[in-house]
């Protein structure tokens, strides 16, 4: 089984006090590290009065949203057989409603990528769009193919390859190929695409690389 990797993207914005947030797992927090919950924990209890307590002191909506990210984040990061060729991104919608999509190779990834995530208690309901690949020697033979082709031992890109949760994904589907994730530069990001476009057999390659700057 190939190290695992999880790229979950956030966007959010603002209309008549709603939330919506976007996420995409992981990929980005697995190459450059998780920057950890943003929900800070509530303070001890004061010593309750009868007056209204300061609405200052509630918990903020948008908090709990990210501390929601987080723990989808880190119940998909735990999935045993998401591997580089599989792809989850998923959309949390002010409603709590969790959205995943994606492609993965195992109709078990897809189905357990649901378990886990149903028992947060700050989802409410799961809509699974997960696409399970269709079962194929050919694409099977590809994936292998690009995997060598990518990450090969004396290429630029090998470095990628050793981190425990490989930040580049290689989603094969009827000899078409789509490269997800993430890269340290623009340059990296071109050597991906021409090696998967050397690899024979292949109809057609996609490079939805995004480039994420390495901490300092």
């Given at each position: 089984?190939?190290?695992?990797?999880?790229?979950?993207?956030?966007?959010?914005?603002?209309?008549?006090?709603?939330f919506?947030?976007?996420?995409?797992f992981?990929?980005?927090?697995?190459?450059v590290?998780?920057?950890?919950?943003?929900?800070?924990?509530?303070?001890?209890?004061?010593?309750?009065?009868?007056?209204?307590?300061d609405?200052?002191s509630?918990?903020?909506?948008?908090?709990i949203?990210?501390?929601?990210?987080?723990?989808?984040?880190?119940?998909?990061?735990m999935?045993?057989?998401?591997?580089?060729f599989?792809?989850?991104?998923?959309?949390?919608?002010?409603?709590?409603?969790?959205?995943?999509?994606?492609?993965?190779?195992?109709?078990?990834?897809?189905?357990?990528?649901?378990?886990?995530?149903?028992k947060?208690?700050?989802?409410?309901?799961?809509v699974?769009?997960?696409e399970?690949?269709?079962?194929?020697?050919?694409d099977?033979?590809?994936?292998?193919?690009?995997?060598?082709?990518?990450?090969?031992?004396?290429?630029?890109?090998f470095?990628?390859a050793?981190?425990?949760?490989?930040?580049?994904?290689?989603?094969?589907?009827?000899?078409?190929?789509?490269?997800?994730?993430?890269?340290?530069?623009?340059?990296?990001?071109?050597?991906?695409?021409?090696?998967?476009?050397?690899?024979?057999?292949?109809?057609?390659v996609?490079?939805?690389l995004?480039?994420?700057?390495?901490?300092?």
């Amino acid at each position: 089984v190939f190290p695992a990797c999880l790229r979950l993207k956030l966007k959010e914005w603002r209309k008549s006090m709603r939330f919506r947030m976007v996420v995409a797992f992981f990929a980005v927090w697995a190459f450059v590290g998780s920057q950890g919950p943003v929900f800070a924990a509530l303070q001890n209890e004061r010593q309750e009065t009868p007056q209204l307590r300061d609405p200052s002191s509630r918990p903020n909506p948008n908090q709990i949203n990210v501390r929601a990210i987080e723990e989808v984040r880190h119940e998909l990061a735990m999935l045993p057989y998401y591997s580089v060729f599989d792809w989850i991104e998923g959309e949390l919608t002010s409603g709590d409603t969790l959205v995943l999509r994606g492609q993965v190779t195992r109709p078990t990834t897809k189905s357990d990528a649901e378990y886990r995530v149903k028992k947060i208690e700050s989802v409410a309901k799961v809509v699974n769009q997960i696409e399970t690949l269709p079962v194929s020697p050919s694409d099977d033979a590809i994936r292998i193919a690009m995997y060598r082709a990518i990450f090969k031992y004396d290429g630029p890109l090998f470095r990628y390859a050793t981190q425990a949760q490989v930040p580049i994904h290689i989603i094969v589907k009827n000899g078409r190929v789509t490269l997800k994730g993430v890269v340290a530069n623009d340059a990296d990001k071109q050597v991906a695409y021409t090696y998967a476009r050397g690899v024979p057999n292949v109809f057609e390659v996609t490079n939805e690389l995004q480039v994420v700057k390495e901490p300092a």
